[in-house]
């Protein structure tokens, strides 16, 4: 699948068939993640796979029932949970750069998050990001040490429905030329 393709034609899933990811298809995954851009090449993103019927229903439980994806988690073959090791990004010979040290790793385990996303869609696989969660405790429930942040949760399986296609605003809102222009603001 050729990239500008892959990129408008994912889709968020929220239902998935049971049958198991490839060996090779999650290594596939795994390292389009792994490539991913980082601040000062600090990678900081951690993923912890889990496939665990019980564990999934638990992190399921930490998702609130009001997001559609609690169901997406229990039911997708595998889940994806996205970590941050603290402390890297942002800094500068250990020392953290202001406006940038406090949260500077979501940058760049969202980059990660994005290729294995995109590969994942390249493969036939589906998944969805889930960012509405309680981080505490999925945290407990995986044994995440101190240091380590809880970014997202990601079920990943081959889908059961078609993603649904959301509007997109035209470039003329959100693109401004030599400064920032209220005129192109339409909404």
Known sequence: MELLE????????????PDAISEEEINTILEAARWAPSWSNCQ??????VQDKEKKARLAKAIPPANAASRAT???PIV???????GCSGFISN???PDKAEF??????ALAMQNL??????LGLGTVHVGWFNPQEVAQILNIPDGISVVEIIPLGYPAEKGRTPSRRELSELVFYENYSQENLNS
């Open 6 to 17: 892959a990129i408008k034609t994912r889709r968020s899933i929220r239902h998935y068939k």
């Open 44 to 49: 900081p993103w951690r993923l912890v796979l």
């Open 74 to 76: 229990e039911e997708a």
């Open 80 to 86: 994806i949970v996205l970590c941050a090791k603290l």
């Open 95 to 97: 020392k953290p750069i």
């Open 104 to 109: 500077w790793y979501m940058f760049d385990v």
């Open 117 to 122: 996303t995109l590969a994942a869609h390249a």
